[in-house]
T-cell receptor, first 114, second 113 residues
Framework: DGGITQSPKYLFRKEGQNVTLSCEQN?????MYWYRQDPGQGLRLIYY???????QKGDIAEGYSVSREKKESFPLTVTSAQKNPTAFYLC?????????????FGPGTRLTVL | SQQGEEDPQALSIQEGENATMNCSYK?????LQWYRQNSGRGLVHLIL?????REKHSGRLRVTLDTSKKSSSLLITASRAADTASYFC?????????????FGEGTQLTVNP
């Protein structure tokens, strides 16, 4: 059963703590993405990666870090430098073949800072 | 920065009516995509229209693209209560942007039974 998974579904963090959100895909997609969504808003790109061991900053990368050591995995760390991390985080992946770049999304992780 | 802007921000209709949502963008694009998001869930891809296409259909969905006006519309015909969701357009600006998409703010559609 192919797809993209995110864990945990809900995450609570105390101020000053780093937390890592998991994203895994078994679609054999080359590219993976992290987005942030605030209530009633659209998606803003945090980081994306088109190949293993390489990634690029999106529009709001400050306070976040990522790694891409395996094709299937693209974890996102929300650091204590992110001043307002409470949001819904979405991971996506896409094949780079054919130049269509339809993105497949995971179910999301809702992060709340206490 | 957000390139796509959806209009209206919110739309409420009765079951059986048609729903039309519009998207405007600023730069040239390779293709434009529409996605749907149920509350608290991930996005689901609905339809993609390439820059050299003007209209595309998929089931009850009809998408148009006017590159001269930098705008697109999504029409959902014979709406159902299950169509209640947020709808987002996303643009692919071509090779210089890599594989990234730029999403708009979305239209919240409510279909009343």
């Amino acid at each position: 059963d192919g797809g993209i998974t995110q864990s945990p579904k809900y995450l609570f963090r105390k101020e000053g703590q780093n937390v890592t959100l998991s994203c895994e895909q078994n679609l054999n997609h080359d590219a993976m993405y992290w987005y942030r969504q605030d209530p009633g808003q659209g998606l803003r790109l945090i980081y994306y990666s088109q190949i293993v061991n390489d990634f690029q900053k999106g529009d709001i990368a400050e306070g976040y870090s990522v790694s891409r050591e395996k094709k299937e995995s693209f974890p996102l760390t929300v650091t204590s430098a992110q001043k307002n991390p409470t949001a819904f985080y979405l991971c996506a992946s896409s094949s780079l073949a054919g130049r269509a770049w339809e993105q497949f999304f995971g179910p999301g992780t809702r992060l709340t800072v206490l | 920065s957000q390139q796509g802007e959806e209009d209206p921000q919110a739309l409420s209709i009765q079951e059986g009516e048609n729903a039309t949502m519009n998207c405007s963008y600023k730069t040239s694009i390779n293709n434009l995509q529409w996605y749907r998001q149920n509350s608290g869930r991930g996005l689901v891809h609905l339809i993609l229209i390439r820059s050299n296409e003007r209209e595309k259909h998929s089931g009850r969905l009809r998408v148009t693209l006017d590159t001269s006006k930098k705008s697109s519309s999504l029409l959902i015909t014979a709406s159902r209560a299950a169509d209640t969701a947020s709808y987002f357009c996303a643009t692919d600006a071509g090779e210089t942007s890599g594989s990234r998409l730029t999403f708009g703010e979305g239209t919240q559609l409510t279909v009343n039974p």
